[in-house]
């Protein structure tokens, strides 16, 4: 199944904004909502198609509320998530899976009595040895997600 996560701005509760607006209520209902992450919610989905074409259909509620939106998909990475624009670029055609790769945006996972909270993102090339490691600061996890050459240099 393809999942996708909604990383909810810092100054938001996700859920609670989401939820409390009737067409977004209405276009989650179908799904279960989990939260692995502080502030992040994510849902499963069954395919890379379904989970752009939901993307856009809450793109109102994603502007104001959700500092990210990610797309993973077991058939191109199986621990990489997409990006937003780079998921739909693949389900357009633009882009083919194998060459979604090269350019990444890594969070820090930090772990507490509350849970795991998503924290820091750095923006890095993978290398000939892999995917360089997260060094803004000691951490026990990362999230790896693969974004557009113009993701990465913004």
Known sequence: MTRVLFVGSEEVD?????LSRETARDALVTYQLREPYRNCLELETISVGSATSLLNDLNWYLV???DEALI?????????????????????G??????????????GVEKDEFGKELVEPMYVARTVDGVPEYDLRDVDETLVARVTESEFRS
């Open 72 to 92: 993973l998909e077991p058939s191109i990475s199986e621990e990489e998530w997409l990006s937003r624009k780079l998921a739909a670029q693949v389900r357009d």
């Open 94 to 107: 633009d882009l083919n899976p194998a060459e979604t790769d090269p350019l990444l945006k890594m969070y």
């Open 64 to 66: 104001r509320f959700v």
């Open 14 to 18: 996700l859920r609670a904004e989401l």
